[in-house]
């Protein structure tokens, strides 16, 4: 997703007030981006703190900066920034966590963002971008950036299935209707899910819906989601996250507040590393029963 | 160009300086410009009357940190009336030295007698460290050392990056450079030449609990800062001469820095180089007494 990105940020070059930061990462990725943007193109070091604080200077001056680390590089070390020099100010400030989730694999713990967007939705004027297919990213920066306020832009691996016609970038979007229980996806976990979901009968797969702005707010939950939900009578929420400010627990909350509580309520999320082993982003994903088989085991389950 | 100021109740303004705008320059009326010798008689007036300010703002909210704000005055009162021009901008990175700016910005008309009041009480726009967007001179929310350095960073990339003049003065402590942060915001300052950006170092040598020696003996910081390539100035920070004379100069080639000799409590006998002004309020006697050495100056 990120050469997506830099393909569609070098075509914001032409803005004046466009900048990007990057915390000394983005090789084989952001050098177009370096190209376009001359001077306004900083690789601020591995020096993150300083880069969200320098982001935010810039951005009282009228810049609206991009800023480039992996997920867990960018949210949870500088957190601080984000919210004293970004947030407090509502500044625009986009910040671009590559990786999410379990995404950096077998690099380990250190690399892996599981607490990202649960940590940051308690901040002031954020708002949390998560696109869940490669051709989401250019309309999602597009929306970040007209938005104007502080972002977080979460970016994982497409796994848009071949032969799916993907209906355009928004919040909400039902991707496939079934027969079987109501099924939200937060993120590029949808990808292969969706992938399996369309190959199992009409009547008894998921009703797929992917989540991809947040947070979760009652009011802006689709009547049409809120009608699958009453008439599976069990709804299922699964995203790449643990569960401690996650998404599941967002939309508990929504649904509940707007008299809308599914009669049955499954949550699957990142349950950390149960196993004490690590492996790749697939193996960590089927330690937490994320994986596509599980999902479908869960919601074809009589 | 005209600043467009909107402010969100919640949550502030988001970017109050659109191109070009400024904040907390001094407004030419109330600038000390007189000749000389009258000069130096309106630069002690001022002083002693901002100082008497601060302490009575301090006693009547019943408010502490009054050692770090009575090292910080003397450097604030110079910069914002004898050096910042229009183009310039502020960045309070101590933020706990709230109480000494806010004087300084009623000594420039930009705050009331009133609002001076309201220092510290519920529904004020006072706080005890700078709140976000609620005073349209103060540029930041500070208040966690570590901050300042590199906000003021990106007001002077994004300076030179639009082309526009001007500096960005940002008021430090020493304290805060245990913080790592801080050495970031110094390596970038330096790396990019950002000569626009000028951190003053109050150099008061007390922190949260203990000396700066006792605690994180960083040696001779003017010689860390000379060791990154800035050129450094050391003065004594409570001479408004030698302030304005270290701040008053054309953009330096390289980056610069001024580490200013404080003395924590500075004016009020009781009050120097003890740990316990970092977070007191004064007794009414205290309070007295403070008032008449601070008239005597």
């Known amino acids: 997703m990120r050469t997506i990105l830099a393909a569609a940020l070098v075509r914001r070059c032409e803005d004046k007030d466009f900048a990007f930061l990057t915390g000394d990462l983005g090789f084989m990725a952001l050098e177009p981006v370096r190209a376009a943007a001359g001077a306004r193109f900083i690789n601020a070091g591995v020096a993150e703190q300083n880069m969200v604080s320098v982001a935010a200077g810039m951005a009282r001056l009228g810049f609206r900066p991009w800023v480039y680390s992996i997920a867990p590089f960018i949210y949870a070390r500088a957190f601080e920034q984000i919210r004293n020099d970004v947030c407090f100010h509502k500044l625009p400030v986009f910040l671009v966590g590559n990786g999410g989730g379990y995404a950096y694999g077998v690099m380990g713990a250190t690399h892996h963002a599981l607490q990202d967007y649960g940590a940051l939705l308690g901040l002031p004027n954020l708002k949390v971008y998560v696109p869940a297919f490669a051709a989401d990213v250019p309309v999602a920066a597009e929306r970040i950036a007209r938005a104007g306020g502080p972002a977080y832009f979460r970016l994982g691996s497409d796994e848009t299935p071949k032969n799916f016609v993907l209906p355009a970038y928004a919040s909400w979007r039902r991707l496939l209707v079934g027969g079987g229980p109501t099924l939200i996806i937060v993120g590029p976990l949808a990808g292969g899910i969706l992938g399996a979901a369309m190959q199992r009968p009409?009547?008894?797969?998921?009703?797929?819906?992917v989540l991809s702005e947040l947070p979760v707010l009652a009011d802006e939950i689709p009547a049409a989601l809120v009608e699958d939900i009453q008439r599976s009578g069990h709804l299922v929420v699964v995203e790449e996250h643990v569960a401690e400010g996650g998404a599941g627990q967002a939309l508990a909350y929504a649904l509940l507040l707007r008299g809308a509580a599914p009669q049955h309520f499954s949550h699957r999320h990142a349950l950390g590393y149960p196993s004490g082993f690590y492996g790749s982003q697939n193996y960590h994903r089927k330690e937490c029963g994320l994986d596509p088989q599980s999902i479908l085991a869960l919601t074809e389950k009589p | 160009m005209a600043q467009k100021t909107t402010f969100d109740p919640r949550w502030g303004a988001g970017p109050i300086l659109a191109r070009g705008g400024v904040s907390c320059v001094a407004d030419p009326e109330n600038r000390v410009t007189t000749p000389d010798a009258q000069q130096e008689v309106a630069v002690k007036e001022l002083h002693r009357r901002a100082r008497l300010r601060?302490?009575?703002?301090?006693?009547e909210s019943g408010v502490g940190h009054l050692g770090g704000n009575l090292s910080a005055l003397d450097l604030l009162l110079t910069l914002h009336h004898r050096v910042m021009g229009k183009d310039d901008l502020f960045v309070l990175s101590k933020g706990h030295a709230a109480g000494a700016l806010y004087v300084t910005l009623w000594s420039l008309g930009r705050l009331s007698d009133e609002e001076l009041v309201q220092f510290h009480k519920d529904h004020t726009r006072l706080v005890g460290h700078p709140q976000a967007d609620a005073i349209p001179d103060i540029v930041f929310a500070t208040g966690s050392l570590g901050h300042g350095l590199g906000l003021s960073a990106g007001l002077g990339l994004g300076k030179?990056?639009?082309?526009?003049?001007?500096r960005v003065f940002c008021l430090m402590s020493d304290g805060e450079w245990n913080e790592g942060s801080t050495w970031e915001s110094l390596i970038f300052v330096a790396h990019h030449g950002l000569a626009a950006v000028v951190p003053i170092i109050d150099l008061n040598g007390?922190?949260?609990f203990g000396t700066t020696t006792e605690v994180a003996d960083l040696g001779c910081l003017a010689d860390k800062l000379r060791g990154f390539g800035l050129e450094v100035r050391e003065i004594d920070g409570h001479?408004?001469?030698?302030?304005?004379?270290?701040?008053?100069?054309?953009?330096?080639?390289?980056?610069m820095a001024?580490?200013?000799r404080t003395v924590k409590g500075h004016g009020v006998s009781f009050m120097e180089n003890r740990m316990e002004w970092h977070y007191l309020p004064m007794s009414a006697e205290q309070y007295a007494q403070a008032v008449e050495e601070a008239k005597r100056r």
Do not use: K, N
């Not at chain 2, 001479?239 to 980056?255: G, H, K, N, T």
């Open chain 1, 202 to 209: 009409t009547e008894i797969r998921p009703t797929l819906w």
């Open chain 2, 54 to 59: 601060l302490l009575r703002m301090h006693y």
């Open chain 2, 160 to 166: 030179r990056l639009r082309g526009q003049p001007g």
């Open chain 2, 206 to 208: 007390l922190q949260g």
């Open chain 2, 239 to 255: 001479d408004p001469e030698a302030i304005r004379d270290a701040l008053s100069v054309e953009m330096p080639v390289r980056p």
């Open chain 2, 258 to 260: 001024v580490v200013a």
